[in-house]
């Protein structure tokens, strides 16, 4: 809707979606919010649960390249469970003491499904990929390699 603001007509307000009994390996449950108002739709107050773990903020929009629609998030991992984010992502215990947030981007191709992860930045070593290097993420342990590789630097 945000690509073709003329399908909104004269539709105004606010527009919430609550996700539950996710079947997701990490996310639980979330909800988005959304603001309409004179053919214009905001994405507002995107927050996912990861159980024990902690929760994504999220801020989300949608982009036409070259033909394709792409999904694009600034996200912000806050790590509420510091013992259980280790046991999940198979990381030592000592690596994620400090661990309060971890910062990234994720894009992703609808028309193809090719997922990216980028600009990763871990709180505790104030470790920023300033690479430019966008990894590939095709499931969850490609994450939970890609979360172990970062953590044990």
Known sequence: LNLKSELLGNLNGELKLSFTNIEHELIRN????????EKTIQINNVIFNLGEIGIIESDIKYDEQNGNIVFNSTNSLIIKNKKEFARKFQVKPN???DLDKI????????NNGSTSIYDIKISKSDYKDSSGFKYQINNSQELKALAKKFLNK
């Open 95 to 97: 690596k994620v003491v």
């Open 103 to 110: 910062f990234f981007k994720i894009q992703k191709n609808i």
């Open 30 to 37: 979330g909800q988005m919010s959304f603001d309409i108002s």
